[in-house]
């Protein structure tokens, strides 16, 4: 399971919900406002200072180079 925390006008946000969305993996979306606030961030993933911020199987993984990496080598 992929998750996706991310913010609106964020064009990297809006490309791993795509390649998620593309490539039929599953994934939750959370928006920034709506579905956490920038405490729950600064919570979940200390370290973070850009968007998106994503897990995958319950590892922080980093953003969306990351995802693409995973993608890339079929570890998705």
């Known amino acids: 399971m992929i998750e996706i925390w991310g913010k609106t006008q964020c064009?990297?946000?809006?490309?791993?919900?795509?390649?998620?969305?593309?490539?039929?993996?599953?994934?939750?979306?959370k928006q920034l406002g709506e579905d956490f606030q920038r405490e729950d961030v600064l919570e979940q993933f200390p370290g973070a200072r850009t968007f998106p911020q994503i897990i995958v199987n319950d590892e922080?993984?980093?953003?969306?180079?990351?995802?693409e990496g995973l993608h890339k080598g079929g570890q998705l």
């Open 60 to 67: 922080n993984i980093g953003g969306y180079t990351e995802l």
């Open 11 to 29: 064009p990297y946000c809006d490309m791993a919900k795509r390649l998620c969305e593309t490539n039929g993996y599953d994934f939750i979306y």
